[in-house]
């Protein structure tokens, strides 16, 4: 008996094809839709993260600067505390200075020299005084040059004879003298303040006023 099969089975063979194209193409779609739907929760975690790092830093920055402001307003006040202790420092200096520097007058006028006037102005010291001789101010020049502490740069600015009268009341020829110094700071072996090694030991037969 010979079976004959009257159905269209090209067209059922059509339709199954585009049956599992569709279902392969629905399959992709869907796999590509939890792909996307992967990645897109990803980066929006990523970026999520990334948002709390951003504000994280700069809350950070921002308490960095405030303490960098507190550290500039802690240096300026350290500077001028500094400053005020220099100050401080300087008058402490400056406080003990004309007892150095009646001292060092002293020690360097030979015998013979009477100084009559001393006056300071800032950094400069005039001196006026009688002497018996030119030598004896030639002497005390040289004294003030090279073996001064606190005195540089002596500078004679008149010299001349003159008739004085002395405690006998006697008229003698004595030289009068006038000569300008400047006051240096030398550096103390000890503390700030401390007299000079060898300083104060004052000269034989000399008078300061």
């Known amino acids: 008996m010979i079976l004959i099969n009257l159905l269209p089975h090209r067209e059922a063979r059509r ?33 999520a993260a990334q948002d709390s790092r951003n504000d994280f830093l700069g809350a950070e920055i921002k308490r960095l600067e405030a303490q960098i402001k507190d550290i500039a307003s802690l240096r300026e006040e350290i500077d001028a505390l500094k400053a005020r202790q220099a100050a401080v420092e300087d008058l402490q200096n400056d406080r003990n200075i004309p007892v150095y520097l009646l001292d060092e007058l002293v020690r360097h006028a030979p ?39 606190w005195l540089e740069r002596p500078e004679l600015v008149e010299i001349k004879a003159a008739n004085v009268t002395t405690t006998g009341r006697e008229a003698r020829r004595l030289y009068e003298f ?29 008078r300061a006023s």
């Open 15 to 47: 339709a199954r094809r585009k049956q599992a194209f569709f279902a392969t193409l629905g399959a992709a779609a869907v796999a590509g839709a939890v792909a996307a739907g992967a990645w897109w929760t990803a980066v929006e975690q990523a970026r």
């Open 111 to 149: 015998e013979g020299v009477y100084l009559t006037a001393i006056r300071q102005t800032g950094s400069t010291v005039a001196v006026t005084g009688v002497a018996q001789t030119n030598e004896r101010v030639s002497e005390m020049l040289r004294n003030a040059s090279y073996n001064a502490t």
């Open 178 to 206: 006038s000569m300008r110094l400047s006051i240096k700071r030398p550096q103390p072996a000890g503390e700030t303040g401390d007299a000079p090694a060898g300083a104060p030991a004052r000269a034989t037969g000399t």
